[in-house]
């Protein structure tokens, strides 16, 4: 049984029919109190101890034939039937924003200067929005992962296909090892702002999560997602085009792709809410 480092339970209440827990944080002294549904899910719980955790989901789950969150092997089937889907839905997508982000699009009637990538990457913030509220952000961290291996292993297997001898007769041969070089080379760009991006998101996200207290979505799931579409626009569109493209065309690039992520971290808060009550209404556990 490991020692809390940051929280420790000191008890529970009740609140408008709510039990709620009552919660110090070590560092500080500072006592707060949060729904027992919204603890389960977030960083706190990943810091109690076993007892601290029995005792939690005594109460939760007292004269209920309901099966607990605790370990991995405890989770309902639907859950993580969900999580699984979650996670390939972030590796299919970064794997197509790698591909297409080789190629920058000039769209006039908005002024813009992308590549196609930019107008499905920032689902990826959604997706993990959603795995940072209900799996908390060790398992969001892992979908990250996973995915980001998923996509080396991709552009490893073009790389291989482009290096092996091919026919004379296809006349493909040479623009098909310049789309790979083209697509190896977005590989470092598109990998380090993904990696940082995306851990910053989850960790702004349960961040904030923990000093509301659960409460006000729309906040954190904005706030997280204005710092991590900065950062990831910044780091992809400079190590992508440096080499390639002129400052005054990189700038424009990534004030586009800025404004493009921003307006779906606005636009998806609202399903980001509805995801959050489909899942407590036949996911959650």
């Known amino acids: 049984m490991s020692d809390n480092q940051i929280y420790k339970l000191l008890g529970f209440s009740r609140s408008f029919d709510a039990v709620r827990a009552n919660v110090m944080i070590l560092s500080t002294g500072k006592r707060v109190s949060i729904p027992l549904s919204e603890l389960e899910t977030s960083e706190i719980s990943e810091d109690l101890n076993r007892n601290e955790l029995r005792e939690v989901y005594r109460r939760m789950y007292a004269g209920e034939n309901t099966v607990t969150a605790y370990d991995m092997k405890d989770r309902r089937d639907r859950s993580w039937f969900a999580y699984m889907i979650i996670a390939l839905s972030l590796s299919v997508i970064y794997i197509f924003c790698t591909v297409t982000g080789v190629k920058p699009v000039n769209i006039p009637w908005l002024h813009m200067i992308v590549p196609p990538a930019v107008f499905l990457y920032p689902l990826t913030f959604i997706l993990v929005d959603i795995l940072n509220e209900f799996y908390g952000l ?45 697509i190896a080379a977005v590989l470092i760009a ?90 407590r209404k036949y996911i959650s556990v």
């Open 138 to 182: 060790r398992l969001a961290r892992r979908a990250i992962i996973f995915s980001f291996i998923a996509n080396i292993l991709f552009v490893l297997g073009l790389m291989v296909t482009a290096a092996l001898p091919g026919l004379q007769e296809w006349r493909l041969g040479a623009a098909w090892s310049e789309i790979v070089d083209s």
């Open 190 to 279: 598109s990998s380090v702002a993904y990696i940082v991006s995306e851990n910053v998101n989850s960790w702004l996200l349960c961040k904030i999560k923990a000093l509301m207290q659960s409460r006000y979505l729309f906040v954190r799931v904005i706030a997280s997602s204005t710092v991590a579409a900065a950062l990831d626009s910044i780091i992809f569109c400079t190590l992508a085009f440096y080499n390639t493209l002129s400052a005054d065309v990189i700038k424009s690039i990534i004030i586009s792709q800025f404004l493009i992520k921003m307006v779906y971290a606005i636009a998806g808060t609202g399903p980001i809410y509805g995801t959050r009550a489909l899942f």
